[in-house]
C-alpha cells in the first residue's frame, strides 16, 4: 500500500500541469482514469472504481471535491477549475463505463445486514439508493467497492460528521 502512494503522488504531479480548461471531455477525463483506470476499474486500493456508477452521485462527488466540501487533497487540486456543465460531462463520461465485477467468494449474509443497518442509521442510502439503481446493485456506488476502500471512506466519513 505504502509503494501504491508514491506512485499515486507522481501521477497527480504531471497531471497538475495540464490545463484544466480542455476542450474535449476525452482530454479531461485523462487524470481521472489515470489513477481510476482506462476501463472506470482502479487497481489501486484506495482509489474507488468509478464505471457505472449513478450519474447523480458522481456529479455531486466531482462538486464536493472542487468546492473542498469533500476534502481529498489530490481530487481538490484536480478538479480546480472545472465548471459545473465539465463535471457533468465527466459524470455522464463515467457511468457508461462498465462497472466492477462483484468481490468473489461466499456471501456473509449477516455482514451484509450490518452495513444495510448502518446504511440506513448513518443515511448514505439517501445518495446511494435512488429509485434507478435500487433495482441493481451493480449501478450502487458502495456495492462493489473494495473493503479496503470502504473501510477507509467509512473512517473519514465518521470522522468529518462526529
Known amino acids: 500500500m505504502r509503494v501504491l502512494m508514491p506512485s499515486i503522488a507522481a501521477t497527480l504531479f504531471v497531471f ?7 476542450d474535449t471531455v476525452d482530454a479531461q477525463i485523462a487524470p481521472c482514469l489515470a489513477c481510476h483506470g482506462v476501463k472506470g476499474q482502479s487497481a489501486i486500493p484506495e482509489v474507488p472504481s468509478l464505471g457505472g456508477q449513478p450519474v447523480f452521485y458522481l456529479t455531486i462527488q466531482l462538486l464536493m471535491f472542487r468546492d473542498k466540501l ?20 465527466i459524470a455522464a463520461y463515467l457511468t457508461k463505463l462498465p462497472p466492477p465485477d462483484p468481490a468473489g467468494g461466499p456471501v456473509d449474509f449477516d455482514r451484509m445486514a450490518r452495513a444495510r443497518e448502518l446504511s440506513e442509521q448513518h443515511r448514505c442510502n439517501f445518495c446511494l439508493a435512488s429509485p434507478a439503481s435500487a433495482k441493481s446493485t451493480s449501478s450502487k456506488p458502495c456495492a462493489n467497492t473494495k473493503t479496503t476502500l470502504a473501510a477507509v471512506t467509512m473512517r473519514r466519513w465518521r470522522t468529518c460528521f462526529t
Open 70 to 89: 469533500r476534502v481529498v487533497e489530490a481530487m481538490n487540486q484536480v478538479m480546480q477549475g472545472f465548471k459545473d456543465d465539465d463535471l457533468r460531462n
Open 16 to 22: 497538475s500541469a495540464l490545463p484544466t480548461h480542455a
